[in-house]
């Protein structure tokens, strides 16, 4: 526990070289006004959010806040759950994705997904990263090279090159878990969303993934949920910090966001109390 | 320092288990030796190659001929088509019910699939005599063909099939994981290219074994082709001739009144033995490309 009720521990200040987030945003997508609701139940209301171009947003919260829920709300995957409703728009290049026009499917393709597990397919590495192109039509000059470029872009290209036939379910997990990076990055999204990508991994993997997704924020926006503090203060250039909490009426605890800024300000200098508690750990 | 209560009764449920085991083996050995006994008698009088390769079966006539070629003939036509019928249907309603259905479909199509898993064969025998061979064939479709027809039998065997192939294969569809299939979608891919891209190679193993149980069934099934594939025993040239199976021969042979001991005893046994060692060698290849095709997840 902290003894300044100001400032977050000091392992949690961010004080990463790559966190510059600059003050102006230019949005890739901008969440307004949303709700989503599991049949009658409210999961989440009135989210406002954007993502900027090239930036690494965190959702952080604790579990059952809906953070997973809004993830699945960016690129449609809501659309899956039976009962799920999204109201409100959400904006992808200036469209709303909820539009009547809009196509979910092209809408993944644009906004990939990595899953709090990795799930390769049980399929060759090279048949796992070749799958999306192939599904979605993509027209490629050489399937080799693809294969290539994305195993590269997800740094596992050279663990993996000598064994591109054999079956991703070999691999180890944070392999595994790159290889899904690469599996995303193979359709050429632009936006990139992660579901507690590291929960399953040990720290060195870990590790790994966050250098990596350094690396990716150059061609890539990012948003990633996760329950680790350390790791949001560490990757993330803007921090969004959600609760859940009892909605009016009946006793259903909804998730809202509370507060969303810059990963430093909302560690080194949270406006909302309930901020403060959450990152300093006197949450619950 | 571990020292734990005794458990009696998982003491109890091994032995039970053990017993069902032994129980299973021994009666598979005692259905092999009951064959094999009276089938050596037979080949003691029949040379093995006169019997596998003869295109002649006539073992009630004078001039005797034991050649089992026209009996595997129609059995391999009804078999192949009850298998166009129910591999292509099972499958479908397998893919239906684990990927698609709504719980109100499923709550339709699940009753009738057990419906028809519950009708008894010889059921589906005069169906297939009366109705479609009688009825549809003849009268409707003027088609040029006898009381009997391979068509017909196999047709209605492969609807009798279909609930076999589609239960298993859609517990094996089930079995997949859903992440799979939400890392399908993440990249683009639509519901059905997700069924038949990643699902339904995961579900293969389960598949296959779906599809080798048909082939048992169809290669098995005797009161449908004893009823309605007819009873003379020539080879098949297509599928609206008729045409005697080996289990029809089997069925017909067995209602008679033959010695125990007998030439005419033994043939039975001879057609049993070879009905089991085809079955056998199906489920064998089916292990080995299981094998081979394994996604294991
Ligand atoms: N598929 C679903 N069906 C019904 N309710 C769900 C579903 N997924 C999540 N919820 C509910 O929505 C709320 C938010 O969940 P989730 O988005 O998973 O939170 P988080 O990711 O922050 O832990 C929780 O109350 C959860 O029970
Ligand atoms: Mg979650």
Known sequence: MSSSADAAPMHLRATGQHQVAPEVMRPIMEVENVDVYYGDFRAVSEVNLDFGLNEITALIGPSGCGKSTILRSLNRMNDLIEGARVEGEIRFHGENIYGKDVDPIEVRRRIGMVFQKPNPFPKSIYDNIAYGPRVTGMKVQSMDDLVEDSLTRAALWDEVKDKLKQSALGLSGGQQQRLCIARAISVRPDVILMDEPCASLDPIATMRIEDLMQELREHYTIVIVTHNMQQAARVADRTAFFTAQPSEGNGDRTGLLVEYGTTAQIFEDPQDKRTEDYISGRFG | ?297
């Open chain 2, 1 to 297: 320092m571990f020292a734990g209560r005794a458990r009696p009764g998982e003491a109890v449920i091994k032995v039970v288990l053990r017993v069902a085991a032994a129980v299973a083996m021994v009666t598979t050995i005692g259905i092999v030796f009951a064959l094999i006994v009276p089938a050596i008698g037979f080949f003691r009088e029949v040379p093995i190659f006169d019997f596998l390769l003869g295109d002649r079966w006539a073992p009630r006539f004078a001039d005797a001929s034991f050649g089992v070629v026209p009996l595997v003939t129609a059995t391999l036509w009804t078999t192949a088509i009850a298998l166009l019928v129910s591999v292509p249907l099972g499958l479908g309603a397998a893919l239906l019910l684990s990927e698609y259905a709504t719980p109100g479909l499923r709550k339709t199509l699940k009753p009738i699939l057990e419906i028809l898993a519950g009708v008894p064969t010889v059921v589906y025998g005069f169906f297939a005599l009366q109705f479609v061979q009688s009825t549809v064939f003849r009268e409707w479709l003027r088609l040029d063909t006898g009381a009997f027809s391979v068509l017909a039998a196999g047709l209605v065997m492969g609807i009798m099939i279909i609930p076999t192939v589609a239960s298993i294969s859609e517990d094996a569809m089930s079995a997949v994981p859903m992440s799979l299939r939400q890392g399908s979608a993440a990249l683009g891919a639509n519901r059905m290219q997700t069924s038949l891209r990643v699902v339904f190679p995961a579900a293969l193993s389960g598949i296959m074994a779906a599809i080798v149980l048909g082939i048992s069934r169809a290669v098995g099934e005797t009161m449908i082709v004893a009823i309605a594939a007819g009873s003379q025993a020539r080879i098949v040239g297509g599928p609206l001739e008729q045409g005697q199976t080996m289990t029809g021969f089997i069925a017909s042979a067995a209602l008679g009144d033959s010695r125990v001991g007998s030439l005419e005893y033994n043939t039975l046994y001879a057609v049993g033995l070879l009905l089991f060692a085809i079955t056998l060698t199906v489920n064998f290849i089916s292990i080995r490309l299981v094998r081979r095709f394994r996604q294991a997840y």
